[in-house]
Antibody, heavy 121, light 107 residues
Framework: EVQLVESGGGLVQPGGSLRLSCAASGFTFSSYWMHWVRQAPGKGLVWVSRINSDGSTTSYADSVKGRFSISRDNAKNTLYLQMNSLRAEDTAVYYC??????????????WGKGTTVTVSS | DIQMTQSPSSLSASVGDRVTITCRASQSISNYLNWYHQKPGKAPKLLIY???SLQSGVPSRFSGSGSGTDFTLSISSLQPEDFATYYC?????????FGQGTKVEIK
C-alpha cells in the first residue's frame, strides 16, 4: 500500500525550531518529487515547499523562504522539513504529498494524514 | 504569484443534484490545473489533474474542464460522500497556489 506518514509536530515557542519527517512506503520514493503543504486551523491549503527526486532542486513559498529547509534521505525513504524561527502564523497541520506527473502536468496524488505544529508561548 | 479564485465559496445542494464549481486564475495557466477535495479532519484527495483528466479510482461523476484562466469542476449527481471542501490548484509556476476552497454542504 502506498503510504506517507508524517511525524515530528508539536508545541514550540515563537522563535523555536522543529523538524518534521515523512516516512514513505509502498512506492519507489527516490523516483518522485515530494511536497509539503500546510493548513492553518479553519483555513485553506497552502503549498510550502518541494524537492526533486535526488534532492538537488528545492523551492519554497515566500512566507517560509530562509526559515524552512526541505531535504530527503532516499536510503531511508524519508522526507524532512526543518523549520526555524517559527512564528505564530506557522501554526498549521503540515501534510507531505507525493508529486507525480503526466507528461508536463504535475500534481500531488498521495497525501499523508498530517502532523500538527503549534507555535505559541 | 498566480492567484486562484473559486466561486462560490460555499453551496448547499441535495443528493442527486448536479454541482458546478468555478476556478479562475489571475493569468493564463494553460491546463496546469488540479482539483482536490477534503473532508473534515482528513487529508486532501486528488480528483482531477491537467484540468480534465480523472485520477484513477475517482468516480466518473466528477469531471473537469477549462483552459487558460477559467476552469470548472462538475459533479453530475451529488452523492453523500461528496459533501466536502473542494480546492483548485495551479501547477503552472512556483509557488503552486490553491483556491480558497468551496464548501459543499447538504441542503
Amino acid at each position: 500500500e502506498v503510504q506517507l506518514v508524517e511525524s515530528g509536530g508539536g508545541l514550540v515557542q515563537p522563535g523555536g525550531s522543529l523538524r518534521l519527517s515523512c516516512a514513505a512506503s509502498g512506492f519507489t520514493f527516490s523516483s518522485y518529487w515530494m511536497h509539503w503543504v500546510r493548513q492553518a486551523p479553519g483555513k485553506g491549503l497552502v503549498w510550502v515547499s518541494r524537492i526533486n527526486s535526488d534532492g538537488s532542486t528545492t523551492s519554497y513559498a515566500d512566507s517560509v523562504k530562509g526559515r524552512f529547509s526541505i531535504s530527503r534521505d532516499n536510503a531511508k525513504n524519508t522526507l524532512y522539513l526543518q523549520m526555524n524561527s517559527l512564528r505564530a502564523e506557522d501554526t498549521a497541520v503540515y501534510y507531505c504529498a507525493r508529486g507525480s506527473s503526466w507528461g508536463s502536468y504535475y500534481y500531488m496524488d498521495v497525501w499523508g494524514k498530517g502532523t500538527t505544529v503549534t507555535v505559541s508561548s | 504569484d498566480i492567484q486562484m479564485t473559486q466561486s462560490p465559496s460555499s453551496l448547499s445542494a441535495s443528493v442527486g443534484d448536479r454541482v458546478t464549481i468555478t476556478c479562475r486564475a489571475s493569468q493564463s495557466i494553460s491546463n496546469y490545473l488540479n482539483w482536490y477535495h477534503q473532508k473534515p479532519g482528513k487529508a486532501p484527495k486528488l480528483l482531477i489533474y491537467a484540468a480534465s483528466s480523472l485520477q484513477s479510482g475517482v468516480p466518473s461523476r466528477f469531471s473537469g474542464s477549462g483552459s487558460g484562466t477559467d476552469f470548472t469542476l462538475s459533479i453530475s449527481s451529488l452523492q453523500p460522500e461528496d459533501f466536502a471542501t473542494y480546492y483548485c490548484q495551479q501547477s503552472y509556476s512556483v509557488p503552486w497556489t490553491f483556491g480558497q476552497g468551496t464548501k459543499v454542504e447538504i441542503k
